[in-house]
């Protein structure tokens, strides 16, 4: 008896193991043609000043609208993106489309500085023409280096440290400013802050969350902030959702948030609407 129920589990996670492989496979098939068949879309997350409380710049997060499934969020399909390789051309896609709506949105009155972060995975870094596409993509777009800032994660700076610097200050040449994202969540190896041109830091939601109940998180985002101060470094916070959080972040002389609290990602015919109907300043006293 006992055989067989061995046997019976057995098949159980076979068929599981089955099931998931063909989730997987599907998946993979579906996000392989999402690219030509327009299923992508950006949403854009403003990211505000404390100090004025304006709007200074947007960030780029990708959505995949898939027609049976609805919105599928990154974390769903952006690690498989990166393992098989087809990060590299919905990057592009991202880059590409992320410009084109920022030079639409900077012809709006009083927008003319913002600027527009994006997500770059490392797989992306790793091809040979990565700076290439970026220099082709701001000529196509008509924005200064300035206007465009990548996102990149700590992970990167351990991993292939060596291959990127060069290309991480060939960007930084062109003007293209260099953010650290989720700084704080693991890997930090902190002398590549100071090697390279980082512009700014963000902090990650993780420790925004409990900032103002958890000594040991405020105690954390106390020493990134000072840390990032001392080297010239402006520090954004990420996933602001509550007022307190906020008032602790600025007592802490961050420049930037960005949170539900501010404003949500949002398609670009909202995201107009949004900064046409804010009236800066007056909403973070
Ligand atoms: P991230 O770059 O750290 O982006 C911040 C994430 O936090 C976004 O999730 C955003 O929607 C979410 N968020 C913003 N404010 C709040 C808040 O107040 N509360 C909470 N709970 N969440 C908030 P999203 O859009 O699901 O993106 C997840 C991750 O996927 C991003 O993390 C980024 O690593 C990756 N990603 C998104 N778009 C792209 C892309 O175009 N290319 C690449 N390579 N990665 C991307
Ligand atoms: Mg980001
Ligand atoms: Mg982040
Ligand atoms: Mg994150």
Known sequence: AAKKAHKNTLRFYQAELGRETQHRLTLESDLRQALALGQFALHYQPIIALDSGQVVGLEALIRWDHPERGLVSPEEFIALSEENGLIVPIGEWVLATALEDLATLRRMEGMAGLHMAVNISSRQLLEEDFMGMVERELRASGLPGSALQLELTERLFLEEYIHTRRLLADLASRGVNLVIDDFGTGYS???????????????????????????DDALLTRAIVSLAHDLQIQVVAEGVEEKQQLDYLKALGCEMAQGYLLARPMPLADLRVYLESRDDHVQLG
């Open 189 to 215: 190896a902190l002398s590549y802050l100071r090697r390279l041109n980082v512009h700014a830091l963000k902090v990650d939601r993780e420790f925004v969350r409990d900032i103002d109940r958890d000594e």
